[in-house]
């Protein structure tokens, strides 16, 4: 066996290095921030049909239907998340939590994600994924025990 000069060796070196930054690259980027501060991307979510809600504190309908979304994602069937529309902090949202008994996880939607949805134009807007992540839904306004009926039924035919 010959010997490695030392300029194969960096060769080497840099090689790996190049492969590691391109297997980083390939990471998805975190699209969300939850309220411990840790990140997440909507990947991490799929598995099972995701109802995505964009809220706000100032949003009566906002509030009047978080018991509701709390009741859904309580029943397993789909998993419920609330995204806060306007800037916020991890300490914030859990104080949000506290203060109107939200109970589905509550997130920060990050200025770089890459969604498969628009950000909404008016609020309450929800957004029901199927159990890849592909947008399926989009319902704007607050959802009444009518439009949750409908959202069980679409859930269980976009379950695999």
């Known amino acids: 066996m010959g010997r490695v000069s030392g300029r194969a060796v960096e060769m080497k070196r ?4 190049i492969v590691a930054a391109l297997l980083g690259a390939c990471t998805p980027a975190p699209q969300f921030t939850d309220g411990t501060g840790k990140n997440l991307s909507l990947s991490a979510l799929t ?6 809600n964009y809220f706000a504190p100032w949003c009566a309908p906002c509030l009047r239907e978080m018991p509701r979304l709390n009741a859904l994602a309580a029943e397993g ?6 995204i806060n529309y306007d800037p916020t902090t991890p ?5 949000l939590a506290t203060r109107y008994e939200i109970k589905v996880p ?4 990050n200025a770089d994600a890459s969604l498969p949805f628009p950000r909404p134009g008016a609020l309450p807007t929800s957004y029901l ?3 890849e992540g592909k947008l399926k839904q989009t319902l704007v306004g607050e959802l009444d025990q009518q439009q949750i009926e409908m959202l069980r039924a679409a859930a269980s035919s976009l379950s695999h």
Do not use: R
């Open 91 to 95: 300490a914030e949202l859990g104080q």
């Open 106 to 109: 509550l997130l920060i939607a």
């Open 47 to 52: 598995g099972k049909p995701l109802l995505v």
């Open 129 to 131: 994924l199927d159990s």
């Open 77 to 82: 069937q789909i998993a419920v998340v609330a």
């Open 14 to 17: 840099i090689c790996w290095l």
